[in-house]
């Protein structure tokens, strides 16, 4: 099993940043991915960028260029810096693990973008 804890949410006004930190625990060796999927209000789950055991990483389309994911292997920590925020940035943010065929998924955390 793996545990993920995430923290950085929050309330910030179009333009701004945030970072989110994803901090990985219990059976951590051969994980494949970790990265970060957002969910909208009543949109699908979809992936915001990943990063592999290699430093491999993608991002969706409507990120590129304005999130940074990166990890700290000695902490076990991912993190998602998000720069130029939009409203269409709101969505609950999960963080998750990918081993095998099993992903782990943190608790979510909240990310409104609003004047």
């Known amino acids: 099993q793996v545990q993920l804890v995430e923290s950085g949410g929050g309330l910030v006004q179009p333009g701004g940043s945030l970072r989110l930190s994803c901090a990985a625990s219990?059976?951590?060796?051969?994980?494949?991915?970790m990265g970060w999927h957002r969910q909208a209000p009543g949109k699908e789950r979809e992936l915001v960028a990943k990063i592999s055991g290699g430093s491999a990483i993608d991002y969706a389309d409507s990120v590129k260029g304005r999130f940074t994911i990166s990890r700290d292997t000695g902490k076990n920590t991912v993190y998602l810096q998000m720069n130029v925020l939009k409203p269409e940035d709101t969505a609950v943010y999960y963080c998750?693990?990918?081993?095998?065929?099993?992903?782990?998924w943190g608790q979510g955390t909240q990310v409104t973008v609003s004047s």
């Open positions: 219990g059976s951590i060796f051969f994980i494949n991915y």
């Open positions: 998750y693990a990918q081993k095998g065929g099993v992903k782990y």
